[in-house]
T-cell receptor
Framework: QKEVEQNSGPLSVPEGAIASLNCTYS??????FFWYRQYSGKSPELIMS????GDKEDGRFTAQLNKASQYVSLLIRDSQPSDSATYLCAVSGGATNKLIFGTGTLLAVQP | ETGVTQTPRHLVMGMTNKKSLKCEQHLGHNAMYWYKQSAKKPLELMFVYSLEERVENNSVPSRFSPECPNSSHLFLHLHTLQPEDSALYLC????????????FGPGTRLTVT
């Protein structure tokens, strides 16, 4: 079982729609959760962090965390073509206290 | 710009060569990292340094040798690499070790021929 699992995609959504990106993790004691965005040919960039159950909103982005289900998601409202990128889910604070990344979900926003 | 720079951006080397990757952070952070990113694989943590002291070495082959002369600079010395070592090598920094909020440099695209 992968430590952090994401659907590789591509996830294709029309411009203006809501993009929903999902991530599950295996280490139940994980404490901190992050979403990084990586444009093609570029390095990862932190866009959201969440530490407690529930929703956290930042502009068009909403991170959702459900520790009981070991599930974290990222919603992007009013998706724009500039949102097209790979979104990496990362989890830390587990048994190893390391930051563990998923393989990422490729999002393609169609104009 | 994230405040983390890496050189060179691209590197092609033969299996018998020796080369070094350089990373510098201008953020005043106390921890620096080397990651390897290969296609279709998650980011792999290679090394973690905290205040110039190595605190993590994730079973990385000895042909990769890190060096951290001070809290702002990090090197990765490469020798007798294999073609499967071809990847994007990313440097990152954070305020404290193993913090999830990390800032990445642009990476070095390494090709081993």
């Amino acid at each position: 079982q992968k430590e952090v699992e994401q659907n590789s995609g591509p996830l294709s959504v029309p411009e203006g729609a809501i993009a929903s990106l999902n991530c599950t993790y295996s280490d139940r004691v994980s404490q901190s959760f992050f979403w990084y965005r990586q444009y093609s040919g570029k390095s990862p960039e932190l866009i959201m962090s969440i530490y407690s159950n529930g929703d956290k909103e930042d502009g068009r982005f909403t991170a959702q965390l459900n520790k009981a289900s070991q599930y974290v998601s990222l919603l992007i409202r009013d998706s724009q073509p500039s949102d097209s990128a790979t979104y990496l889910c990362a989890v830390s604070g587990g048994a190893t206290n390391k930051l563990i990344f998923g393989t990422g979900t490729l999002l393609a926003v169609q104009p | 710009e994230t405040g983390v720079t890496q050189t060179p951006r691209h590197l092609v080397m033969g299996m018998t060569n020796k080369k070094s990757l350089k990373c510098e952070q201008h953020l005043g952070h106390n921890a620096m990292y080397w990651y390897k990113q290969s296609a279709k694989k998650p980011l792999e943590l290679m090394f973690v340094y905290s205040l110039e002291e190595r605190v993590e070495n994730n079973s990385v082959p000895s042909r990769f040798s890190p060096e951290c002369p001070n809290s702002s600079h990090l090197f990765l010395h490469l020798h007798t690499l294999q073609p499967e070592d071809s990847a994007l090598y990313l440097c990152a920094s954070s305020q404290t070790p193993n913090l999830g909020e990390q800032y990445f440099g642009p990476g070095t695209r390494l090709t081993v021929t």
